[in-house]
């Protein structure tokens, strides 16, 4: 039986001013699956995942998200780009966490992960929290419920901010190298996390790291990105250890040397 | 000339209430038209913009003393009905640093993070909750101490009043002055400085406390403390 694929872009171009970012990128991800994108520096990943996102427009091209359009509505039968409205409804299902956290700072760490949930999903305030108290609880900080974002170490902010994604029940998460400002001693915690969470839920998690172990054993597909497009895909075990690419095996080469 | 200090003395503390009225009106006023024309001059719509524009630009860049005549003189007789002094007073310092702090507020928003309006985004937000809930809240912090100064300022404004005859500090002083020597002048209008400094620190303080509150809400050491104060706040 096809299922439909959860996340599918279609001819997505996307450039800033006279930096042609993506030319026609094609991409499909299962349902459920763990994607993991590497690749070099300016190679166009983040903006992936920032279109996905909605923090970003497309020039030209499509995303489909669960089906839905992300980018286009129909409009008296056009159809046209879409508006705040459609987008925002379409991007809930849809979550990020960022390099650098992105915590709200004006809100204790409890006030981070029910914001949401109780201003866009309409939860009461005790649900919010009784679920944020188990999510806490998942990401180890329930000590930390109380505290401002400020005071905690990078490691446990970025857990937070995993939590705070997560409270808001994402059928699509989007990972964009969220151990790349952690000191090296917290990357570990943080990679934990993430295994446990792909292991114990359903969630579409496409995921930008430099992490070569973590995604061999985190990532069902592996997709290797140089100057916007993907030029080399494949499952982990394969095309981290053998890539076919020589552009693959000299990133992963210099990746692996760099450590 | 010791003679007369009680006189002075109390002769110029008169003058303090109507002083203190007219600060704590103009600050009021400020504050409601700098939040306004400040989300204002940021708003998406074109129109919107473009009249808290002018408005700041023409009350920046007009004389306090020529606003207040018009409107204590000018706009009388033309709409035949006499404003009360302190009332023309306080809405001239509302309009003049509700002006300059519209342009505060538009700053301040505009130093909230971008990453800050992508989280927002990334949690489907809507963009009144985003203002409300996250931007404004980090915003103010960042305002606090411009808006010290502005109240300050203010503050020594109120002084222009006396022009329009409110009976404030340097009026009462004004009504003494003719009838006393060269050493009892001097004691008045060093008294005269005394009590704005007296005022300006009493702003001052009670600032320094909102500035305090404000950047603990958002976990930063208060101004003072960044620039070598430390209170032990870790970052
Ligand atoms: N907001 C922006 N304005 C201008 N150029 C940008 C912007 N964001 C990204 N770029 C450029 O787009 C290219 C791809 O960037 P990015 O997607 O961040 O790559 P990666 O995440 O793979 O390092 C880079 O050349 C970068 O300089
Ligand atoms: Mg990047």
């Known amino acids: 039986m096809p299922v439909e694929p959860m996340v599918v872009l ?5 450039r800033y001013g006279d930096t042609a970012v993506l030319s026609g990128l094609d991409l499909r991800v299962e349902r459920g699956e763990h994607v993991t994108l590497i690749g070099p520096s300016g190679s166009g990943k983040t903006t992936i995942l920032r279109l996905l996102m909605g923090l970003e427009a497309v020039d030209a091209g499509t995303i489909h998200v669960g089906g839905r359009c992300l980018t286009h509505m129909r409009r008296r039968g056009a159809v046209v780009p879409a508006d705040e409205k459609h987008a925002r409804a379409v991007r809930r299902t849809i979550g990020m966490v960022f390099q650098q956290f992105n915590l709200f700072p004006n809100m204790t760490v409890l006030g981070n992960l029910i914001e949401a949930p109780v201003r866009v999903l309409g939860m009461s305030e005790a649900e919010a929290t009784r679920r944020a108290a188990e999510l806490l609880e998942l990401v180890g900080l329930t000590d930390k419920t109380h505290e401002r974002p400020t005071r905690l170490s990078g490691g446990q902010q970025q857990r937070v ?26 990357v570990a915690g943080v990679l934990r996390l993430l295994r446990l969470i792909g292991e114990s839920s359903d969630i579409t998690i496409l995921c930008v790291t430099h992490e070569i172990g973590f995604a061999r054993d985190f990532a069902d597909r ?38 | 000339m010791l003679d007369n200090l009680p006189l002075i003395l109390s002769s110029l503390a008169a003058g303090v209430p109507p002083t203190v009225f007219a600060a704590v009106g103009g600050i009021a006023l400020t504050i409601a038209l700098s939040a306004v024309a400040g989300l204002a001059l940021l708003s998406r719509h074109r129109a919107v913009r473009a009249v808290s524009r002018v408005y700041v630009e023409f009350f920046r860049g007009t004389s306090e003393v020529v606003q207040l005549f018009w409107i204590f003189f000018v706009l009388p007789a033309l709409v035949g009905y006499q404003i009360v002094p302190l009332a023309a007073g306080i809405v001239v310092l509302g309009l003049n640093h509700g002006a300059y702090g519209a342009e505060i507020v538009r700053g301040a928003v505009r130093s909230v993070p971008r990453a800050q309006y992508d989280a927002c985004t990334a949690l489907s937000l809507s963009p009144w ?23 300050i300022q203010l503050l020594k404004s109120t002084a222009l009043l006396s022009l329009v ?8 002083g004004q009504l003494l002055v003719p009838n006393l020597g060269v050493g009892e002048k001097l004691t008045i209008y060093l008294v005269e400085l005394l009590l704005y400094l007296g005022l300006a620190v009493l702003v001052t303080s009670g600032m320094r406390l909102l500035e305090r509150r404000a950047a603990a809400r958002v976990g930063r050491p208060p101004t003072a403390a960044r620039s070598g104060f430390a209170t032990g706040v870790a970052m």
């Open chain 1, 10 to 14: 279609d001819g997505v171009h996307k």
């Open chain 1, 161 to 186: 901010a995993i939590a705070r994604a997560l409270a808001m029940r994402p059928e699509v998460l989007l990972l964009d190298e969220v151990t790349s400002a952690l000191d090296p001693e917290l």
């Open chain 1, 222 to 259: 592996v997709l290797m990105f140089d100057g916007g497009s993907i030029v080399e895909d494949g499952p982990p075990e394969r095309l981290l250890v053998e890539p076919r690419v020589p552009r693959t095996k000299e990133f992963l080469a210099a990746v692996l040397e760099g450590r």
């Open chain 2, 165 to 172: 005859v409110v009976d404030e500090i340097v009026r009462r």
């Open chain 2, 129 to 151: 909750d985003r203002m409300r809930r996250v931007v404004l809240p980090q915003a103010v912090v960042e305002m606090l101490p411009s808006f010290t100064n502005l109240f």
